[in-house]
């Protein structure tokens, strides 16, 4: 069974633009979380998606926003990028009903420039 | 806002020795989840405890949950050079989302 992928894997991007970042879960797998990782705040978590609805929200600026679609796919957007906004972001995926076990994928290095 | 810390934020062994690493909060959570992390990838789930007093082994890991479901800690046995990566601890309520802990980066000299 192919694992959790993501694209791209890095970005450049420079202040103020706008990014969205793409991830597909593992084949059955209904839920999609995404996570922030940065040396200094760890691994943050952002929101989590199940069957199309935002379920779970973390404690970011609404300029983080997400969708999740029919096949489980999900896209994460950042809009007016800062330089703060720099890190690995990753998703997650679970089969919900079999506990909090999470699958990640390998990130998307973003660097706003 | 529940927090794990985890403890030491860095450790820096040789090759056969022997180390814990340690997770703390001040909630209590259903379920537990240890993670290693390696540069450039995501996140691998290494064991989930969800009993109080909870012992798990997974070949030289030892992880085991506290009784009262607020900490944990993880035993490696003879370290490798092959388990250095960055150890999290995870911790959930019921199905709601994980908190992961500040983490351990774990360096093995050979």
């Known amino acids: 069974k192919a694992g959790v992928t993501q694209t791209p894997r890095y970005l450049i991007k420079t202040r103020g633009q706008q990014v969205t970042l793409s991830c597909s879960p593992i084949?059955?797998?209904?839920?999609v979380s995404w996570y922030q990782q940065t040396p200094g705040q760890g691994l943050q978590f952002l929101f989590e998606?199940?069957?199309?609805?935002?379920?779970n929200k973390g404690n970011f600026p609404g300029r983080f926003s997400g969708r999740q679609f029919s096949n489980s796919r999900s896209e994460m957007n950042v809009s007016t990028l800062e330089l703060g906004d720099s890190a690995l972001y990753l998703c997650a995926s679970r089969f919900t009903g079999q506990g909090n076990e999470q699958f990640f994928g390998p990130g998307t290095r973003l660097t706003v420039l | 806002t529940q927090l794990l810390e985890q403890s030491p934020q860095f450790l820096s062994i040789q090759e056969g020795e022997n180390l814990t690493v340690y997770c703390n909060s001040s909630s209590v959570f259903s379920s537990l989840q240890w993670y290693r992390q390696e540069p450039g990838e995501g996140p691998v789930l290494l064991v989930t405890?969800?009993?109080?007093?909870e012992v798990k082994k997974l070949k030289r890991l030892t992880f085991q949950f506290g009784d009262a479901r607020k900490d944990s800690s993880l035993h490696i046995t003879a370290a490798q050079p092959g388990d250095t990566g960055l150890y999290l601890c995870a911790g959930a309520f019921g199905n709601e989302k994980l908190t992961f802990g500040t983490g351990t980066r774990l360096t093995i000299i050979p």
């Open positions: 998606y199940f069957s199309e609805t935002q379920r």
């Open positions: 405890v969800v009993t109080g007093g």
């Open positions: 084949s059955g797998h209904r839920s």
